[in-house]
């Protein structure tokens, strides 16, 4: 399949090349997406999965939510679990992402927000370190995250999680977790609605997010392939597959996503030139 075009929408420059929306693009890149629930990351970040994959890539996907709610039916309460399992490997398949790439933190539906911290109540461990761990032994350079979204409790958790975790893979802490390993950029995915406030968005209006990929429509076909295989979710999957018509533009379909550094330095120079002219002036 043809590459597809990359778009960093803040500074109008487009191409076939990585390198324009990851900054430092060179060798041994390796992708994860932290998905909420086993959906999700289809959803929200499946071109970015079918462009690395495309290119041979490593990707690996995270999945938190067990799916334990996920029943559309009360006759599926006790399998529901299992049986989006099943779906997950089956949908994931399609797009080129093997079981062994997959990694469950089986955490109950509504409840990642409780489990996020390192020490949990009765010295049970807590996400994080997993997922740093997991992080830094796939040497993770390209870490996509969800979306905070005021609707989901799980979509907050999991972003948090996210951003926390990705900022510790290259520190020297948690030794014995496993070495140190950077995750070069952080990318944030929307599953459903605006993306979170953290761009200059009174400099580009409406354009919260900026960075895209514009994939041919065989590539969204085969989208729609996996999402498609979450059978159990019945009329759910058929409405998102039909939303995703509104993906739609010259040349393919869109994806969005807003870059996030998790860790922003404190400019001090303004400050500086500030203390500079009241001292100057109050002489």
């Given at each position: 399949m043809d590459n597809?075009?990359?778009?960093?929408?803040?500074?109008?420059?487009?191409?076939?090349?990585?390198?324009?929306?990851?900054?430092?693009w060179g060798a041994g890149e390796?992708?994860?997406?932290?998905?909420?629930?086993?959906?999700?990351?289809?959803?929200?970040?499946?071109?970015a999965i079918l462009a690395a994959r495309n290119r041979d890539l490593p990707v690996?996907?995270?999945?938190?939510?067990?799916?334990?709610?996920?029943?559309?039916?009360?006759?599926?309460?006790?399998?529901?679990?299992e049986i989006r399992r099943s779906e997950t490997i089956e949908a994931y398949s399609r797009i080129g992402?093997?079981?062994?790439?997959?990694?469950?933190?089986?955490?109950?539906?509504?409840?990642?927000?409780?489990?996020?911290?390192?020490?949990?109540?009765g010295?049970?461990?807590?996400?994080?370190?997993?997922?740093?761990?997991?992080?830094?032994q796939r040497k993770i350079t390209r870490f996509f995250i969800p979306?905070?979204?005021?609707?989901?409790?799980?979509?907050?958790?999991?972003?948090?999680?996210?951003?926390?975790?990705?900022?510790?893979?290259?520190?020297?802490?948690?030794?014995?977790?496993?070495?140190p390993s950077a995750v070069r950029s952080l990318h944030v995915y929307s599953v459903w609605g605006?993306?979170?406030?953290?761009?200059?968005?009174e400099i580009h209006g409406t354009l919260r997010a900026n960075k895209a990929i514009v994939v041919p429509g065989v590539w969204e076909e085969r989208i729609r392939e996996g999402v498609r295989a979450f059978r159990s979710q019945g009329s759910i999957i058929e409405n998102l597959v039909a939303g995703r018509e509104k993906r739609r533009c010259p040349g393919g379909f869109l994806e969005l996503y807003l870059d996030f550094d998790p860790r922003?330095?404190?400019?001090?120079?303004?400050y500086v030139e500030a203390v500079a002219r009241l001292g100057s002036t109050s002489r």
């Open positions: 597809p075009w990359y778009y960093d929408l803040w500074k109008s420059q487009s191409s076939r090349d990585p390198g324009t929306i990851f900054p430092g390796r992708l994860a997406v932290l998905s909420p629930h086993d959906d999700d990351a289809l959803l929200g970040a499946g071109y690996s996907l995270f999945i938190v939510c067990n799916g334990c709610a996920g029943y559309s039916h009360p006759d599926q309460k006790s399998a529901i679990v992402v093997a079981p062994e790439d997959l990694y469950r933190f089986e955490v109950p539906d509504f409840s990642p927000g409780a489990r996020i911290c390192w020490q949990l109540p010295n049970e461990q807590g996400m994080i370190v997993d997922l740093v761990r997991e992080l830094r979306n905070g979204y005021r609707e989901h409790l799980d979509h907050e958790a999991v972003y948090d999680l996210g951003r926390y975790a990705s900022s510790q893979t290259g520190d020297a802490i948690l030794a014995d977790v496993a070495a605006d993306f979170p406030p953290a761009g200059p968005s922003p330095g404190l400019d001090y120079g303004p």
